[in-house]
């Protein structure tokens, strides 16, 4: 790593960087020694189901983010096939009009299987871009299935992205998703439906006890209903309101990672595994470890 | 090799076919790749930005349109300028004979013509892989003569 050109903002020890922490080569701990002030940029996750105008959204909030001059870093996460473990990374097709600017720095990413592995990885990435006074990280990710709520809890803020031709992921999931969205939005208003859609959802957060987030409707395609969305994006980033299902899931998370980044754990599941010893004592000398620590 | 190879696909030039380009992608991931598709109608300098963003091993450029001999140098000489002479260049699409001396001359390391087999794309990447682990030159700003085909 050559730190000072990276801290000259060169591009290219950017991107290795950001390689070496995908690998695990390159923690947050290590960041943080080389840049003893950082700021925390505002991180915002996009999250729906595959198809619903994800990156096409992100592609109008990257532009609005550059119009202010702001420094933005933009995370896509795509699924590894389960198969082959390679990656079909495609989120940049929509980015078109926005690339070529120095302030907008994207880079798409596979979540290579580990569960567990590349949220906590975002998190270090997330703090070196910090480190590079990036003031906005938008990381868009497919939200379906528990990996996907947890890199969304990586981030400050979520928008939950829905549309009337979508799919419906599980139940459970997108109650979930609900939860925890800070904004949801109904994409492709252009077409049929969409209003009923938000309705529809409207009328399930009424029911909800927690106090819920509020719906925009919005056609990426014809950019309408940005205005809005754009107003209530930075109203939140001025006074967020903590929200309680989103702190468990935020320290169940940074739980998993302490244990699955503990040096000691290949050892400890071969313990388990030859059952030498139990769950019980397994949990008792991972505490006595972290107690060192 | 057990670390992932990143490859970026684009098409460069102003034609709007992408079925080749599109069924190189997939046939890489389907070889354990991951495999980043720029889309339509990019220009060098972002394709060039793409590859450094991406942090690229390999970057597959796909013309139907005859504008290869004009773009794919211009390409080259700007991941050169960038510092990324290590990248593996390869190109496919529509490309007639005549051209292709001049694109491998330019460090185009192969041309895969409409019809290839997936086979024979990752037989190319797996051999250029061993050249560089090797430290024999094979990226696109490296002195050799080595191509492929
Ligand atoms: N009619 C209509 N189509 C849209 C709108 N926004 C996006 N689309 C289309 O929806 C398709 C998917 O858009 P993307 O932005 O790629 O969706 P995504 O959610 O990022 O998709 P994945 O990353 O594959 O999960 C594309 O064909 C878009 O052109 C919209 O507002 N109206
Ligand atoms: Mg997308």
Partial sequence: MDIIKLKNGDRRSLS???????????????IKEFFPAINEA????????????KSCISEHIIDNWLQENKKIAVLAVDPSSPLSGGALLGDRIRISNSDNSDNLFYRSLATRGQSGAIPSNISDMIKLFSA????????????????EVRVASVSKFIILVEAPDSGDILQAEKAGLMELADIIVVNKSDLERANEKAEQLKLALQLSENESPNVFLISAKEKLGFKDLFLEMKELEKNKKENKSKSKIS????????LWNYKGIDLILQKLESEKITIKEAINEIMEEFKID | ?????????????????????KFVARALRDAGHEVIYTGLRRTPEEI????????????????????????????????ISS????????????????????????????????????????????????????????????ETDWRWN
């Fill in chain 1, 16 to 30: 290795k960087t950001l390689t070496m922490i995908e690998k695990g080569d390159l923690k947050s701990a290590d």
């Fill in chain 1, 42 to 53: 505002e991180v915002w996750a996009i999250t729906g189901s595959p198809g619903v105008g």
């Fill in chain 1, 132 to 147: 590079l006074d990036y003031e906005k990280i938008l990381i868009e990710t497919v939200g379906a299935g528990q990996a």
């Fill in chain 1, 251 to 258: 320290l169940s998370f940074a739980w998993e990672s302490l």
């Fill in chain 2, 1 to 21: 090799m057990d670390e992932r190879l990143r490859i970026v696909i684009a098409k460069p030039g102003l034609d709007g076919h992408d079925r080749g380009a």
């Fill in chain 2, 48 to 79: 060039v930005r793409t590859v450094i963003d991406e942090d690229a091993d390999f970057l597959g450029l796909s013309s139907l349109s005859g504008a290869h001999n004009f773009l794919i140098p211009k390409i080259i000489d700007l991941l």
């Fill in chain 2, 83 to 142: 510092g990324c002479g290590d990248v593996i260049v390869f190109a496919g699409g529509i490309i007639p004979e005549i051209d292709r001396p001049r694109l491998f001359s330019k460090g185009v390391r192969a041309i895969f013509g409409p019809g290839t087999s997936s086979t024979n794309m990752n037989d190319f990447i797996l051999l250029t892989v061993e050249r560089r682990e090797s430290n024999s030159p094979v990226g696109c700003g490296e």
